[in-house]
């Protein structure tokens, strides 16, 4: 089966079309830094035209040798001065690189700094869903493994191609008084080595992006075997060989295709450079019967040669920069493709609500997860007014946390409304709505700073202020196991610091308690399983002491210990994302329904 003429040209153009992101590559240097991108460019020209200078001045020498070696009265203070001139020329080039170099190093430190700032920056903008979806952290682990490189190389390799076309240009002018074909061979000579290295380069980007999936495993099975969170059950259940066998394996697979490649590369790389090397000697032959023929001087077959050589050179050097150019732009499309990732637009402004009585509502809200079928939440309704509780019941899965998600606009419904003071929260300026809401997660985050900052993550705008941890930690239940600290709340937390100290799951859940009150002007208080960690005795008293903290507040709170839910004002039971039952505690018992059964089993295991 042939290709058609319709597929060759677009492949062609899609082969040209990678090359649009140069100029975005060249933009984002400049922007990083105008002088050292300037410094850089001007040190390139210089670095393209003194090698030509240096072989003419070489010839000038050698002829110069050569007369006087016949004259009867030779004169030999010019050849030395053209020894000096070429001595200085040298030492320029020599200078010209090492700030090539040292310009490289410092716009890669600078570059990389930058492309991974717009990285992060980028996530910070996505939805939850994005990081739920592994489709997208393909995108973002292709992004962040070359995009912080690729754009400084691509224009180190622009430059590069710069210098090198001035350079041939400069040999081109010498080499054509001797004869225009040695120009043409020189070019021609070097065209199938470029073809087998574009033809390569593509495919191993291809094959870059086929191992992602693959590569975030290897990724993932590293932080399990070698990070404190996971070596507990690594050791206990006897899962590090299994685990270091997969790791293995999956290398095994990479590696395969990454020797078929390689073998590929380098095998054709030398059968095509064979055509390089017999033009070269070709030409070696040409000018050296030439000279032989008294065509031209010896100075000048020592010039043509070195021309020839370094003009060959440069055609290589050429040829490979545009190939990797083409490899580059292939890269940074990965970053570019992250960065342009769409995001629905948060631009509600609205600081206030019209009815402020009417707290939170949800009204006929939906949800499905992106790629699925099924609805976490369907058709769900209801209302928490200031002043009341809400506590949500039901299995593992039932679309409790997905809830609490809808609430704080970490994702969007697929249908109906979530309003906040009569007003839906697409309208909220979204940084008013976050310092309404204080959460503890079940899966909280156990950041690895001072136990000041773990609590102050709750309210950046308080994040420093030493006061606000300690009325927080009062409210949150953790001032006294923080008081007895060896650093108080200058205490590191965490293993992987220097003298960081680990707490206990339920001094955790105290510090994630403390964190949530850090936000005082919150009026919407959600605790999903925030006492999963402690035992009965203490969570009654968390929830007692809760209780007390927010009669003010609207509060939510999803626990699997239905003691702790009887006092909530409101129940709701939720079962395959809809609501079953609702009520109180009285009611619902009375109602001798699920949420009934639900508790007589659980009461059953106290008695």
Same mark, same amino acid.
């Given at each position: 089966?042939?290709?058609?003429?319709?597929?060759?040209?677009?492949?062609?153009?899609?082969?040209?079309?990678?090359?649009?992101?140069?100029?975005?590559?060249?933009?984002?240097?400049?922007?990083?830094? #105008?002088?050292?991108?300037?410094?850089?460019?001007?040190?390139?020209?210089?670095?393209?035209?003194?090698?030509?200078?240096?072989?003419?001045?070489?010839?000038?020498?050698?002829?110069?040798?050569?007369?006087? /070696?016949?004259?009867?009265?030779?004169?030999? #203070?010019?050849?030395?001065?053209?020894?000096?001139?070429?001595?200085?020329?040298?030492?320029?080039?020599?200078?010209?690189?090492?700030?090539?170099?040292?310009?490289?190093?410092?716009?890669?430190?600078?570059?990389?700094?930058?492309?991974?700032?717009?990285?992060?920056?980028?996530?910070?903008?996505?939805?939850?869903?994005?990081?739920?979806?592994?489709?997208?952290?393909?995108?973002?682990?292709?992004?962040?493994?070359?995009?912080?490189?690729?754009?400084?190389?691509?224009?180190? #390799?622009?430059?590069?191609?710069?210098?090198?076309?001035?350079?041939?240009?400069?040999?081109?002018?010498?080499?054509?008084?001797?004869?225009?074909?040695?120009?043409?061979?020189?070019?021609?000579?070097?065209?199938?080595?470029?073809?087998?290295?574009?033809?390569?380069?593509?495919?191993?980007?291809?094959?870059?992006?086929?191992?992602?999936?693959?590569?975030?495993?290897?990724?993932?099975?590293?932080?399990?075997?070698?990070?404190?969170?996971?070596?507990?059950?690594?050791?206990?259940?006897?899962?590090?060989?299994?685990?270091l066998k997969r790791y293995q394996d999956i290398f095994h697979k990479l590696f395969k295709e990454d020797r078929k490649l390689t073998l590929q590369r380098d095998g054709w790389g030398f059968v095509l450079g064979l055509i390089s090397t017999t033009a070269f000697y070709g030409a070696y032959a040409w000018i050296v019967f030439a000279t032989i023929n008294r065509e031209?001087?010896?100075?000048?077959?020592?010039?043509?040669?070195?021309?020839?050589?370094?003009?060959?050179?440069?055609?290589?050097?050429?040829?490979?920069?545009?190939?990797?150019?083409?490899?580059?732009?292939?890269?940074?499309?990965?970053?570019?493709?992250?960065?342009?990732?769409?995001? /629905?637009?948060?631009?509600?402004?609205?600081? +206030?609500?019209?009815?402020?009585?009417?707290?939170?509502?949800?009204?006929?809200?939906?949800?499905?997860?992106?790629?699925?079928?099924?609805?976490?939440?369907?058709?769900?309704?209801?209302?928490?007014?200031?002043?009341?509780?809400?506590?949500?019941?039901?299995?593992?899965?039932?679309?409790?946390?997905?809830?609490?998600?809808?609430?704080?606009?970490?994702?969007?419904?697929?249908?109906?409304?979530?309003?906040?003071?009569?007003?839906?929260?697409?309208?909220?300026?979204?940084?008013?709505?976050?310092?309404?809401?204080?959460?503890?997660?079940?899966?909280?985050?156990?950041?690895?700073?001072?136990?000041?900052?773990? /609590?102050?993550?709750?309210?950046?705008?308080?994040?420093?202020?030493?006061?606000?941890?300690?009325?927080?930690?009062?409210?949150?239940?953790?001032?006294?196991?923080?008081?007895?600290?060896?650093?108080?709340?200058?205490? +590191?937390?965490?293993?992987?610091?220097?003298?960081?100290?680990?707490?206990?799951?339920?001094?955790?859940?105290? /510090?994630?308690?403390?964190?949530?009150?850090?936000?005082?002007?919150?009026?919407?208080?959600?605790?999903?399983?925030?006492?999963?960690?402690?035992?009965?005795?203490?969570?009654?008293?968390?929830?007692?002491?809760?209780?007390?903290?927010?009669?003010?507040?609207?509060?939510?709170?999803?626990?699997?210990?239905?003691?702790?839910?009887?006092?909530?004002?409101?129940?709701?039971?939720?079962?395959?994302?809809?609501?079953?039952?609702?009520?109180?505690?009285?009611?619902?018992?009375?109602?001798?329904?699920?949420?009934?059964?639900?508790?007589?089993?659980?009461?059953?295991?106290?008695?």
């Amino acid at each position: 089966m042939t290709d058609s003429p319709g597929a060759d040209v677009g492949l062609l153009r899609r082969s040209l079309g990678v090359f649009a992101y140069s100029r975005r590559a060249l933009e984002l240097v400049w922007t990083t830094s #105008r002088s050292l991108t300037l410094a850089l460019a001007v040190l390139t020209v210089l670095a393209g035209v003194l090698p030509a200078a240096i072989a003419y001045v070489g010839k000038l020498i050698v002829d110069g040798v050569v007369a006087a /070696i016949n004259a009867t009265d030779p004169d030999t #203070r010019g050849v030395f001065l053209l020894i000096l001139f070429e001595a200085g020329i040298v030492i320029a080039l020599a200078a010209c690189q090492r700030g090539i170099s040292a310009s490289q190093s410092l716009l890669r430190a600078l570059l990389g700094q930058r492309v991974n700032v717009m990285i992060l920056e980028k996530a910070l903008t996505l939805q939850l869903t994005h990081f739920e979806d592994s489709e997208f952290y393909d995108k973002l682990t292709q992004a962040r493994r070359e995009a912080s490189s690729r754009p400084l190389s691509l224009v180190n #390799r622009t430059f590069g191609l710069a210098q090198n076309a001035l350079s041939l240009t400069s040999y081109a002018i010498l080499l054509f008084a001797f004869s225009p074909w040695a120009v043409l061979i020189l070019i021609i000579a070097g065209l199938p080595s470029f073809f087998a290295e574009a033809k390569f380069s593509g495919d191993r980007f291809r094959l870059f992006r086929w191992r992602s999936p693959d590569t975030r495993m290897q990724m993932y099975l590293e932080s399990v075997i070698a990070r404190e969170d996971g070596v507990k059950e690594v050791k206990l259940f006897q899962l590090g060989p299994r685990l270091l066998k997969r790791y293995q394996d999956i290398f095994h697979k990479l590696f395969k295709e990454d020797r078929k490649l390689t073998l590929q590369r380098d095998g054709w790389g030398f059968v095509l450079g064979l055509i390089s090397t017999t033009a070269f000697y070709g030409a070696y032959a040409w000018i050296v019967f030439a000279t032989i023929n008294r065509e031209i001087t010896l100075g000048a077959m020592t010039m043509y040669l070195v021309l020839f050589r370094q003009g060959q050179s440069a055609v290589t050097a050429i040829l490979s920069a545009v190939s990797g150019m083409y490899e580059d732009n292939l890269y940074i499309s990965n970053l570019y493709e992250y960065l342009e990732q769409p995001v /629905i637009s948060r631009s509600g402004a609205a600081q +206030q609500g019209p009815d402020p009585g009417r707290g939170l509502e949800l009204d006929h809200v939906s949800f499905t997860y992106p790629g699925s079928d099924t609805k976490a939440l369907d058709d769900v309704s209801l209302q928490i007014r200031p002043g009341e509780s809400l506590a949500v019941v039901g299995e593992n899965g039932s679309g409790k946390t997905t809830l609490i998600k809808l609430i704080t606009r970490l994702y969007e419904p697929s249908s109906g409304h979530v309003l906040l003071d009569g007003l839906d929260l697409s309208e909220w300026n979204i940084e008013t709505l976050r310092q309404r809401v204080g959460v503890i997660f079940q899966d909280f985050g156990r950041y690895q700073f001072t136990v000041g900052e773990n /609590i102050g993550a709750g309210d950046v705008r308080h994040m420093d202020k030493p006061e606000r941890w300690a009325d927080a930690a009062v409210s949150g239940m953790a001032a006294p196991f923080i008081n007895e600290l060896p650093g108080g709340y200058e205490t +590191q937390l965490g293993r992987w610091f220097k003298d960081g100290r680990e707490l206990s799951g339920g001094q955790w859940q105290k /510090i994630a308690l403390s964190r949530a009150f850090m936000r005082s002007d919150a009026d919407i208080l959600v605790l999903d399983e925030p006492t999963a960690s402690m035992d009965a005795g203490s969570e009654a008293a968390v929830f007692e002491h809760f209780r007390q903290m927010s009669k003010n507040k609207m509060t939510i709170l999803i626990s699997h210990r239905f003691s702790t839910v009887r006092a909530a004002d409101q129940i709701v039971v939720i079962h395959n994302g809809k609501i079953r039952e609702r009520g109180n505690h009285q009611s619902l018992m009375a109602d001798d329904g699920h949420y009934a059964h639900l508790f007589k089993l659980q009461a059953r295991g106290y008695q």
